[in-house]
């Protein structure tokens, strides 16, 4: 389906971005991981994804850093997709939410978000080549979650840069959408509900579906968005949070 394609997975070392990576490759997509921690660190990563891709390519670019985010998408020969998932969720109540705390969020989840797009969506204009822009935001960029606030506000952030590039880069043909996960065996929340039996049973009560979501469903609905299925599909953001956002956390 993706044959003769070349993808970019920011954040690809991380449990969502391994899946994404893993599933682009599965579907004939060659694929270029991207992530912060030294190639030697993400090597169980690569090689996860090369068992589909055997060329796939690793390097380490900080989203933060425009240079470098530049200069990785210049050296690439094809840039067809880009999975923009780099990101960051650290809780602290509000409160005591830091200027630190506050600003690596926007950072990182939001101007990563920007630089990598406006770089990749640049590469493509020149060259005259329809693309795909897929970033990854959250059920909670519309759902407050408590003692998430930078998170939150970073998500919500994202979901406008999505229907901004999508109204401007339509007519240069690059498709533009995100999915928007809900809770996920991935991550922070991971963590939590392996290792917090009351957050775990609050979750299982909130969510319609009656479990969390797995990063290979999230992944799944990537490969969709990189698909020719949904080559009429832009500016939208797909929800994938078994119900949760329907009603209230702790109803």
């Not at 043909?173 to 290792?195: D, F, H």
């Not at 909130?206 to 599909?233: D, K, R, W």
């Amino acid at each position: 389906m993706l044959k003769g394609k070349t993808a970019i997975v920011t954040g690809g070392a991380g449990d969502l971005g391994q899946a994404m990576a893993r599933q682009l490759a599965a579907q004939g997509a060659h694929v270029v991981i991207w992530d912060i921690v030294p190639q030697a660190d993400a090597a169980a990563a690569i090689e996860r994804v090369r068992a589909h891709d055997p060329l796939v390519e690793y390097a380490e670019v900080d989203v933060r850093d425009r240079v470098a985010v530049d200069r990785a998408i210049a050296d690439l020969p094809q840039l067809d997709i880009v999975c923009s998932n780099a990101g960051i969720v650290e809780a602290q109540p509000f409160l005591e939410l830091s200027e630190e705390n506050w600003q690596n969020h926007l950072d990182i989840n939001l101007t990563g978000c920007f630089n990598v797009c406006q770089a990749a969506a640049r590469k493509m204009v020149a060259e005259g080549r329809p693309g795909r822009l897929i970033l990854t935001s959250s059920w909670v960029a519309e759902i407050p979650w408590p003692e998430i606030t930078a998170y939150t506000v970073s998500k919500a952030g994202v979901n406008m840069l999505v229907k901004q590039m999508a109204r401007e880069l339509s007519p240069q043909g690059i498709l533009v959408n995100a999915v928007a996960p809900g809770i996920v065996k991935a991550g922070l929340a991971g963590r939590q509900l392996r290792e917090e039996p009351q957050y775990a049973a609050r979750v299982a009560k909130a969510i319609p579906l009656g479990e969390p979501g797995t990063p290979e469903e999230i992944a799944a609905a990537v490969v969709y968005l990189a698909s020719p299925q949904t080559a009429y599909m832009t500016g939208s953001i797909l929800t994938l949070d078994g119900g949760c956002s329907l009603f209230q956390f702790d109803s």
